[in-house]
């Protein structure tokens, strides 16, 4: 179940977002869509659609030419450098394909990160580890952890710091279906009882269906459900 608040702003909104690369190549064309707290999205879409862009967008990584994305209601364009780098800190929680686990860093240590540069005290690491069943894995190091563990800890360190907004880019990509599947039911379980809000880009139609939504990215925009449906029975076709 989705988790709202009628006097809370949506988690992410775009509005009229747009993009375009090089001699007009037009990426991204007057997005809306909005997420509520609670709420995880799906957005599928052929290579080269946008998608890395949407969510490079949604991070304040890159720059729209037109519309705003809006964080908890504060829309990221109007917020110097360091604003927007402290609230990148604070409301967003990043998983990705390669996992980003740091080699020479504890798994507790990896997982405390968002924390640490929060100022905030690290114990709470520990309870993550435990919370995507990794308990008493706090010493160990990444090399001796498998691919669907890492995964687990890239988790943890994506919800931590209890982001208002969760960013997943192709996050079961190198993992094995069954794997996938643990890994997804996980992310999706500790989503609904933070109640943080995510948007997960993927081509993996298996993937999508854990979602509350998915939409589909393509030269005409995001479209819903039915879209969606048509795409997924095309991909497995």
Request: proline share 5%; aromatic share 4%.
């Amino acid at each position: 179940m989705t988790i709202s608040n009628n006097d809370a702003p949506p988690a992410l909104e775009c509005r009229g977002l747009s993009k375009a690369y090089g001699k007009g190549r037009i990426v991204l064309a007057n997005l809306d869509f909005s997420l509520d707290p609670g709420e995880f999205v799906a957005v599928m879409g052929d290579s080269g659609v946008g998608k890395s862009t949407l969510l490079n967008l949604i991070a304040g990584l890159d720059s729209a030419d037109s519309g705003e994305v809006l964080i908890d209601g504060t829309p990221i364009s109007q917020l110097d450098d360091d604003a927007a780098t402290r609230l990148r800190r604070q409301k967003l929680g990043f998983v990705f394909q390669a996992f980003h686990v740091l080699p020479h860093l504890t798994l507790a240590q990896n997982v405390a990160l968002p924390l640490l540069l929060n100022n905030t005290p690290p114990k709470r690491a520990l309870d993550m580890l435990a919370a995507v069943g990794l308990v008493g894995r706090g010493n160990d190091f990444p090399r001796q952890l498998s691919g669907g563990e890492l995964q687990r800890v890239a988790i943890a360190r994506a919800l931590v710091h209890r982001p208002s907004l969760i960013l997943a880019d192709e996050p079961t990509g190198n993992l094995d279906p069954d794997t996938a599947h643990e890994v997804l039911d996980l992310l999706r379980a500790e989503i609904k009882s933070t109640g943080a809000a995510a948007i997960m880009v993927t081509h993996s139609t298996a993937a999508a269906a854990s979602a509350d939504r998915i939409l589909i990215l393509s030269d005409g925009g995001l479209h819903g459900a039915k879209q969606a449906e048509r795409f997924a029975r095309t991909a497995n076709e």
